[in-house]
Each structure stands twice: as C-alpha cells, then as structure tokens.
C-alpha cells in the first residue's frame, strides 16, 4: 500500500494511437478503481512502443524499466489489448512478456495480484478471443483474473474524448472491473 494507505492499480493497455477506443476503455475501468479508493496511473499508446522482450538480453530501455517497475508496485492491475485478426496486440503481448523480469521477485510475476482484463474490437469473436487470452496469460503470470472480464465491440459501442460511453452496461461493466480489481487489493493489503 502507498503512504496514503491506498493501492496502487495500473493500467496497461491501448494502441500507439494516442486517445484509442483501446485506451479510453481502460480509463473509464481506471475511473471505477479510483472510485473504490485506488491511486492510479496508466502506461498507453507510445509508452509501450518496446523493443521486442528478448529473455537472453539483461539490457532494458528506460521505458521497459518504467514498465517493469510500475507492475513490481502495483497491487493490482488493468490490462486492455485491442483484439487484431482474433488475437491480443503485439504491442501488449510485448509488454506482458517484459513481466519476465520480476520472475525472482519476492512476489513473482503478478503473484497475488487481481488483474482485469478487456478485450476491445471491432466484433464480437476478436474482444471476446482477446479476453480469453489476457485472462489465460494472468493465470501463466499467477495473477488473478477478476470474476468479471469485459468484452467490447466498437462496432456498437463508442467511447468519447472526455471519458463518456455510448453504452451505460459496458461503462458499468468497465467500471465494476475497476472496483473488483482495487477490492482484491484492498483485502490482501
């Protein structure tokens, strides 16, 4: 727990187009963490344009350490991967896969951790496959996938600049992933 006795939960998520429905998504779920009594920050857009995560290399760029140490902080977290041709992003598959690096932490990988994940495409087969996934890799990395996971399909749901939804059960949905994600935390802190 931070020093003002609330945890930290970040999010990890979107694509390098800064303000992606990728990564408005992950804000609105942001907002119902913060709402719960969450402190917290967010790694988008063109702070994840990583080198690919080589296991073999021990030299890190400063964004890959950012990264890192920003999950090794975290209580708990939020991931959102756009869903391209049926599958979670490179670019946050890059990223999880730098979790390598807290492998002999005193808390490996997410051990302990809740993590919500959402899957956001453009049809229902690609969110709902790219959720599938990001809840299969939490349980690789030892998280804990929250009991809700989201599921959005930008063809019939928009997000806005200033953080609204089109859709009041996915911006509902978003935020609950938000608050199960800081509940976890709150208890095991």
Known sequence: MTSTGAVKVLGIGG??????????????????????????????????????????????????????????EADGLIVVSPGYHGALSGLIKNALDYLEDLRADRRPYLDGRAVGAVGVAYGWQAAVTTLDQLRTITHALRGWPTPLGGAVNTGEVKFDAQGGVSEEKVEHTLRLIGSQVTEFAQRRA
Request: include cysteine.
């Open 15 to 72: 694509s390098l187009r800064d303000g992606s429905q990728t990564e408005r998504a992950l804000r609105v779920a942001l907002a119902g963490a913060a709402d719960a009594g969450a402190e917290t920050s967010a790694i988008c857009g063109q702070a994840l344009d990583l080198p690919f995560y080589d296991a073999v290399s021990v030299e890190r760029t400063p964004r890959a350490s950012e990264l890192v140490e920003a999950v090794r």
